[in-house]
């Protein structure tokens, strides 16, 4: 599986981007996707998960302002960033759990910078 994140940026506080995850590979057995994120003082957290089925999952730091969505036929994943602030600034991770054994796999990475 190859994840390939993309559309970070900066943005002043209040505006919106939208990161996209491009997925290859073995996609059939991918058991979830989601977005994850780390800034140099905190450990990578997590921000919000959409399953196979279509259930969605959001951290409570981004519930009401970030939207966790996925177009099948294009093999991406997206998240609807709105309302950004500037602790929302991080590196963000794509991620998929793939297998019976849920193993991890990671995109590159995409720097979110949100100004005040």
């Known amino acids: 599986v190859q994840l390939q994140a993309s559309g970070g940026g900066l943005v002043q506080a209040g505006g919106s981007l939208r990161l996209s995850c491009s997925v290859s590979?073995?996609?059939?057995?991918?058991?979830?996707m989601g977005w994850y994120r780390q800034t140099p003082e905190k450990q990578r957290e997590w921000v919000a998960t959409?399953?196979?089925?279509?259930?969605?999952g959001h951290a409570e730091s981004v519930k009401g302002r970030f939207t966790i969505s996925r177009d099948n036929p294009k093999n991406t994943v997206y998240l609807q960033m709105n309302s950004l602030k500037s602790e929302d600034t991080a590196v963000y991770y794509c991620?998929?759990?793939?297998?019976?054994?849920?193993?991890?796999?990671w995109g590159q990475g995409t720097q979110v910078t949100v100004s005040s």
């Open positions: 991620n998929a759990k793939y297998g019976s054994g849920w193993r991890d796999y």
């Open positions: 590979g073995s996609i059939s057995s991918i058991n979830t």
């Open positions: 959409i399953t196979r089925s279509g259930t969605t």
